[in-house]
């Protein structure tokens, strides 16, 4: 395990994802496609929590998709500890699944009703024919309970999902990923189907693991809110492409994307006191077919002036730690 | 791996599957009739030779004396054509039927659950050969193709079986197909994948037990379909001859003058075994549907029932309050088990032009009180206690007329989840006018559009997409438009549950924009039910915190956010991001909220309170009022001011 903690871990570069929007007809052979994700390069370091946040339509969860193998790239590469894992067949991908497990955002649907909780957290090991003994396997089930903050954990076993809360269940779905001892876990909006009182301790889990199991953790999200506490970094995605991207710190309180500006702006603050200005962007992000020519954010952009119809701003440095593609960014 | 897989699913469960489903099963009258009609035909044919009084398919003493005997003391249903006892007959004919009614619907089950799991589950090109056999098998009309295939083969048992079982399968295919790819689409498939299980294993595990209950209900439906084909078959002289079944014994007698002779024992007996046999699977099919189908298990908004000890009451509210809730109680009834004590001594007031927050976890009552206002409580949900006054009237004491007068053109409601509360198929601008129409049926029917336009408008959608459909709207246009139909009458009250919920942070923050914007410009009093208190915190005038079923703070916003005298509400905005702080450790509230069929003795709070004492666990707190209105449901706020 002992390996430098900041080496390249998990790397994409200019990864893209176009779908087909609607049936290819005989008489039209160039169809319109979807660009989900549009280029998205970017690196992940062992034991580090990323945040994507971006509104639905961003092409997150795809991105999220891809890295799992779970969608094909249309382009670019994916690369883990080096090898390149774009594309591969289904026994090739087998190990590394192991490695890069995923949280899905809805604990009642991602939980097969009929299984009981350890069914579904025993259901990985028999998958990759881990554990010697019955009992050997067991006991990783157990453990992955406990850890997963589900104390007593033999209460839990014989329990089918809808006998558990909404936490519950997503410590649960947690657990059935941990068993496979990951070394990264994609979490797809986590918390967001989860009480607010609730939410907080799924997010405490995960901050928990990363420490104890040295578990990478890309964090998809669209409340940049939630992410304040355990993300290291920050990466803002709009249409598919990341506009902004930085250390916590950085985009929290250098924002320099007017994006990001809207997006912390918005952010709902528990305290009638602190009323402040919102930035509320019109309308919703645009269909993924026709991407607006030049900024692609430009049609919502507070601060829209002529140059940002024409050209597409390029990922410009901040400081060594912090990138944003904007065209009002000093240079 | 297959093998290892099952032997691990015997690990101790608390009840069997089966136990499970047969609790629910009895509950079922009309499946449990079915139930008993069927074990006593298969009883009868079971034991056929032991039940029938004489040997199978042997002549008494044939003559022309014994065609056609009336019932009598040798013969209880009298004799058939060939001087039979036909209640002998009727008995073995139980045996025929049911075992081609069996073994066919075996056959289709077996072919048709086969081809619609590989057309759902694999897609593709097996899809469309598949699909494409099965429309083709649909529009080919089964009896007369049953009829020539009998008529070429040989008409034995086996061929009849064969026949049928082979032609009825499409049903299934179609129905086993549609299931497949609902479940196919569900997350915890993908979360299997991304697990790394192939698709055997998917298929075996995670589809296969959740088409199963529907293969079930086929199966029963295929087994009485099979038994009518074969007595069709039988009816016009195609059945076996060397196994007389209920449909050849009507062919028997009808084709040899039976109704001429005035012998209806000879029709009547076999018409009603059929009858006896498909109506007892039709039955069973039934209530096995209601408990294994989980599309059909919803519990349906109706009227509530006659209400346990409401008497209208003359009611002297504030000037300006518009709505006013005194001390609400709740109760869900299930029969056999303690009431659910989903709302508990409630009071809120509203004024008029005010923006009330009700904040709670789910399971908290919070949705069960806003129902009861609209009087929309499922069947179980009972008013035991309280008033709600509308305008000084009490809407508690009104009968259904006197409430749809109010609910909706008065007070209306948005529902949580804008997609599943538009109907799919209507256009957006349709719905919207039946919301007027319906509530006001005077409304002048050219000035509809009109209306529908400007409603839109009002909720910032432009509109041209009146003519579009639901799912041509994202997300926050489809709330956007219910809360256009709740203003579709142009209510004093709109209550508002959980709007925002499934949006995202920038959506969230229009719609909030938008609802504030409304609520100036058309002088509404709005109650806004959320689980966020930060989403309330910059609109709300007053917010009401709930906590299983009870109140557990109610005041002005700034009190609740900068005083919070409940230990609930500390917690609550504990656990929620500061950014100005970031890298802390969020506090979570550990453990979860009380279940309201098995509450705590005393505080509902007490489990989970950090600032729990011994008289918490005994005495449930009364709401206790503080300066500046403010109650707090909490001991330790006894005696402060």
Known sequence: ??????????????????????????????????????????????????????????????????????????????????????????HERKDLRRKIQMVFQDPYESLNPTQTVKEIISEPLHVHNIGESQQERDERVIKALEDAGLKPADTYLTRFPHELSGGQRQRVVIAAALVLEPEIIVADEPVSMLDVSIRAEVINLLAELRISRQIAVIFITHDLGSVGFFADRVAVMYLGRIVE??????????????????????????????????????????????????????????????????????????????????????? | MQTTLQSSTTFSRPESGFTVFWRAFRKSRTGLVGLIMLAIAIFVALFAPAIA???????????????????????????????????TNFIFGARVSLTVGFFAAFISIFIGGIFGLVAGFFGGRWETFLMRLTDVMLVIPDLPLTVVIVALTKPSLMNIIFVIGILGWTTTAR????????????????????????????????????????????????????????????????????????????????????????????????????????????????????????????????PGRPKVGTEAQAAHPARDIILDVRNISIHYINEG????????????????????????????????????????????????????????????????????????????????????????????????????????????????????????????????????????YSGGMRQRAMIAMALACNPDVVIADEPTTALDVM??????????????????????????????AELCD??????????????????????????????????FPDLTKPKKKLSSIPGYPPRLDDLPAGCRFAPRCPAVFDRCQMEEPGLHVLKNDHHVGCHLAEGSK
């Open chain 2, 507 to 536: 959506i969230q923050a229009q719609i909030l924009e938008l609802l504030d914007e409304l609520r100036k410009k058309l002088g509404l009093s709005v109650i806004f039910v959320t689980h966020d208190l930060g989403v309330v």
């Open chain 2, 175 to 302: 129905v086993v197909r549609s299931q497949t790819l609902a479940v196919k689409s569900r997350k915890f498939v993908l979360r299997a994948r991304a697990i790394g299980a192939g698709r055997l294993h998917i298929l075996t595990r995670h589809v296969l037990p959740l088409v199963m209950p529907i293969l079930v209900v086929q199966a029963v439906l295929a087994i009485s379909l099979a038994i009518l084909n074969e007595s069709t078959l039988s009816f016009i002289g195609l059945g076996d001859p060397t196994a007389p079944s209920w449909g050849q014994m009507l062919n028997f007698a009808f084709g040899r003058g039976a109704m001429s002779v005035g012998a209806w024992w000879a029709l009547v007996v076999p018409g009603f075994g059929i009858v006896w046999v498909v109506l007892s699977l039709t039955l069973l099919g039934q209530g096995l549907e209601q408990v294994l189908n989980p599309r059909l298990d919803t519990h349906h908004l109706m």
């Open chain 1, 1 to 90: 395990m002992k390996k430098p903690a900041n080496a390249k871990f998990l790397e994409t570069r200019g990864l893209k994802k176009y779908f087909d929007a609607g049936k290819r007809w005989i008489f039209s052979p160039n169809i319109k496609k979807v660009h989900a994700v549009d280029g998205v390069s970017l690196t992940l370091r062992r034991s580090e929590v990323l945040a994507l946040v971006g509104e639905s339509g961003c092409g997150k969860t795809t991105l999220g998709l891809m890295l799992m193998g779970l969608e094909e790239p249309t382009d670019g590469t994916i690369f883990f500890e080096g090898r390149d894992i774009t594309h591969l067949a289904d």
């Open chain 2, 337 to 472: 088990k303690p009431p659910a004590r989903a709302v508990e001594n409630v009071s809120l007031s509203l004024r008029e032009g005010d923006l009330l927050g009700l904040v709670g976890e789910s399971g908290c009552g919070k949705t069960t009180l806003m129902l009861s206002l609209l009087n929309l409580l499922p069947a179980a949900g009972q008013v035991v206690n309280g008033n709600v006054y509308y305008k000084g009237r009490d809407l508690t004491a009104m009968n259904e007329d006197e409430i749809n007068n109010i609910r909706w053109s008065r007070i209306s409601i948005i529902f949580q989840g804008a997609m599943n509360a538009l109907n799919p198929v209507r256009t957006v601008g349709d719905q919207i006018a039946e919301a007027i129409l319906k509530h006001n049926p005077a409304f002048p029917k050219n000035k509809v559009p009109e209306r529908v336009a400007e409603l839109l408008d009002l909720v910032g959608i432009a509109s041209a997409h009146s003519d579009h459909f639901p799912h041509q």
């Open chain 2, 542 to 575: 007053r917010v009401l915190v709930m906590y299983g079923g009870v109140t557990a703070e109610y005041a002005g916003v700034d009190t609740i956010y900068n005083e919070p005298k409940h230990p609930y509400t500390q917690e609550l905005l504990k656990a």
């Open chain 2, 53 to 87: 009084p004489y040997e199978n398919a042997a002549a008494t003493s044939v003559g022309i004396a014994d065609i056609y005997q009336p019932p009598s003391a040798a013969h209880i249903l009298g004799t058939d054509d060939a001087g039979q006892d036909v209640f």
């Open chain 1, 245 to 331: 991207i930085g250390t916590m710190l950085d985009v929290l309180e250098r924002p320099q994307h007017p994006y990001t500006k809207a997006l912390l702006s918005v952010i709902p603050v528990p305290n009638p006191r602190l009323r402040h200005e919102r930035i509320i962007l019109k309308g919703e992000t645009p269909n993924p077919v026709e991407i607006p020519p030049g900024c692609r954010f430009h049609p919502r952009c507070p601060v829209a002036f002529d140059a940002c119809r024409l050209s597409d701003p390029p990922m410009t440095t901040v400081s060594k730690t912090h990138q944003a593609a904007c065209l009002l960014m000093p240079k």
